[in-house]
């Protein structure tokens, strides 16, 4: 355990079970002890029509966009039975992200483009020259960001942004267990916490946060995270190594 990079550190996983546990084997084997402490859930849409009349139509797209592995299992949910996965070419698939692009290759989906840079800027760079009329399917979460869509609708691209899923804060939480390292994949999973506990707890321990969105969230609440250079497992065990050194090491 000595030589693992988190040496032991309890880490507070604030991610839905679904979602944590393709956190929980990277995190333990870098030598975490991995603390589940959910604080949000994440659920089908208030409605499945928007998502299954544009499934309907998927041919009809150039480009589906992902941004997130959970959009990409509750939409393929939805085709289950009806497209033929061996024989997907259209529309093209873009990945927010290798994490999401791992999933979809997982599924036998291929995945024609990951941007570099793995946040919706990201795509916004790599889909700059897209034509004036390109048709693009983005199923999100509800109050997912539109910074993407915006962008595109701007270029002139025709954008249906559907809802895939929702995220709702868990109340009544249980009491905090103890924790070396508090982190954060969202803001709503911040919010969520903060909401049934304040920030006490938060203000003792390192905070490591997934983007800069999420990171904008802590410092918002008056927090000062540690933020991964990217939204990845790896990015988020390198961050927690550095939240546990020594101030000036």
Same mark, same amino acid.
């Given at each position: 355990?000595?030589?693992?990079p ?19 084997v990277p995190l333990e084997? @870098? ?17 499945w029509?928007?998502?299954? %009349? ?5 041919t009809?797209y150039?480009?589906?966009v ?8 509750? @939409?393929?949910?939805?085709?289950a039975?009806?497209v ?9 698939? @873009?990945?927010?992200?290798?994490e999401?692009?791992?999933?979809l %290759? ?7 483009l990951?941007?570099?840079q793995?946040?919706q800027?990201g795509?916004v =760079?790599?889909? =700059?020259?897209?034509?004036?009329g ?8 509800v ?20 809802p895939a899923?929702q995220?709702l804060p868990?109340?009544?939480?249980p009491?905090?267990?103890a924790f070396?390292?508090?982190?954060f994949?969202?803001?709503s999973?911040?919010?969520a916490?903060?909401?049934n ?10 905070v490591?946060?997934?983007?800069p ?6 410092r =918002?609440?008056?927090?000062s995270?540690?933020? =991964? ?7 988020l065990?390198?961050?927690i190594g550095?939240s ?6």
């Amino acid at each position: 355990m000595a030589h693992s990079p988190l040496g032991g550190a309890r880490v507070l996983v604030t991610r839905p079970p679904e979602q944590a546990l393709a956190w929980r084997v990277p995190l333990e084997a @870098a030598g975490a002890v991995v603390v589940s402490y959910p604080t949000i859930t994440v659920t089908p849409p208030p409605s499945w029509e928007p998502l299954d %009349e544009a499934l309907g139509h998927l041919t009809q797209y150039d480009w589906i966009v992902f941004a997130s592995a959970t959009a990409v299992r509750f @939409a393929l949910s939805r085709l289950a039975g009806t497209v033929d996965i061996a024989a997907f070419r259209r529309p093209k698939i @873009a990945a927010v992200g290798v994490e999401t692009a791992r999933v979809l %290759e997982s599924l036998g989906l291929p995945v024609s483009l990951v941007p570099g840079q793995q946040r919706q800027e990201g795509l916004v =760079a790599a889909f =700059a020259d897209l034509r004036s009329g390109t048709r693009i399917l983005f199923p999100q979460a509800v109050g997912g960001r539109d910074d993407l869509s915006k962008f595109l609708t701007a270029q002139g691209c025709i954008v249906d942004v559907v809802p895939a899923s929702q995220t709702l804060p868990l109340k009544a939480l249980p009491p905090v267990p103890a924790f070396d390292v508090a982190t954060f994949a969202s803001p709503s999973a911040l919010r969520a916490f903060v909401a049934n506990h304040g920030t006490a707890h938060l203000r003792n321990f390192p905070v490591v946060v997934i983007g800069p969105t999420t990171a904008g969230a802590a410092r =918002a609440l008056g927090l000062s995270p540690v933020v =991964a250079d990217a939204p990845s497992i790896q990015s988020l065990i390198r961050a927690i190594g550095h939240s546990l050194l020594p101030p000036g090491a």
